[in-house]
């Protein structure tokens, strides 16, 4: 089965600060996708990464990174001087690539909300 | 720009109406799917669509049924709802796999408190 925690329920810093929100898969598969999502509190989840599991490179995005380590299977997600604007629920998912008809499957870990105070 | 829209943010319904949630999506992709999201749970998959007319069950089905009759359409029905289905409900869609990306886009949700 597959499985994605957050262990990190709230987060709570001030701005400028750096944080890392924690994500941490179960998967028997051998390909599998992982993502990171933000919903801020319109409440639309928005696309932020996508990363295959043979692919270990760490990547920047501005104030942005992710660590993916499959030895511990987890996919951390860090921000670098923290905003006000980064504010929002950020959820971490898996998908493995068994289709079901063609249509992949999203498992979602329980979401970090993130506070950023000014 | 990718567009996933709900019908109705916040809706308020008694124990036992019959409740319909919409969901329209403009990137004539394939599959639709219908998420439940709670407190400490995260997102849980309802049910999803392939194809017009084609469903299938989620991880937690019980309670809800759906509608796909054109491709850019997908109702999410609560028959009769139930208090414990008070929820945010988010829509969201995606191409076929191995013909685009394997992104999936999302809707802004839908409040349903249940009284």
């Known amino acids: 089965a597959q499985k994605v925690t957050q262990a990190q329920t709230e987060i709570s810093v001030v701005e400028k600060e750096d944080v890392t929100l924690d994500c941490v898969y179960e998967t028997r598969d051998t390909t599998y996708y992982l993502f990171w999502y933000k919903q801020p509190p319109s409440g639309e989840l928005v696309f932020l990464i996508r990363?295959?599991?043979?692919?270990?490179q760490n990547e920047i995005s501005g104030r942005y990174s992710w660590n993916f380590q499959k030895s511990t299977s987890s996919f951390n997600f860090t921000i670098t001087a923290s905003q006000v604007v980064d504010s929002a629920v950020y959820f971490c998912a898996l998908r493995t690539v068994e289709l079901i008809q063609g249509a992949q499957k999203l498992v979602f870990g329980q979401g970090t909300r993130l506070t950023i105070n000014p | 720009d990718v567009k996933v829209t709900q019908s109705s943010r916040y809706l308020v319904k008694r124990t036992g109406e019959k409740v319909f949630l919409e969901c329209v999506q403009d990137?004539?992709?394939?599959?639709m799917f219908w998420y439940r999201q709670d407190p400490g749970l995260g997102l849980r998959l309802i049910y999803f669509?392939?194809?017009?007319?084609?469903?299938e069950k989620g991880d937690i089905p019980e309670g809800y049924s759906v509608s796909r009759e054109k491709k850019e359409r997908f109702s999410l029905i609560l028959e009769s709802a139930s208090t414990n289905q008070t929820s945010m409900y988010l829509c969201?869609?995606?191409?076929?796999?191995?013909?685009?990306?394997?992104?999936?886009?999302f809707g802004e949700g839908s409040w349903l408190t249940v009284v």
């Open positions: 969201a869609s995606s191409p076929r796999l191995r013909t685009a990306g394997n992104t999936i886009y």
């Open positions: 990363r295959n599991s043979f692919d270990e």
């Open positions: 669509s392939y194809d017009v007319k084609m469903k």
């Open positions: 990137m004539d992709h394939e599959n």
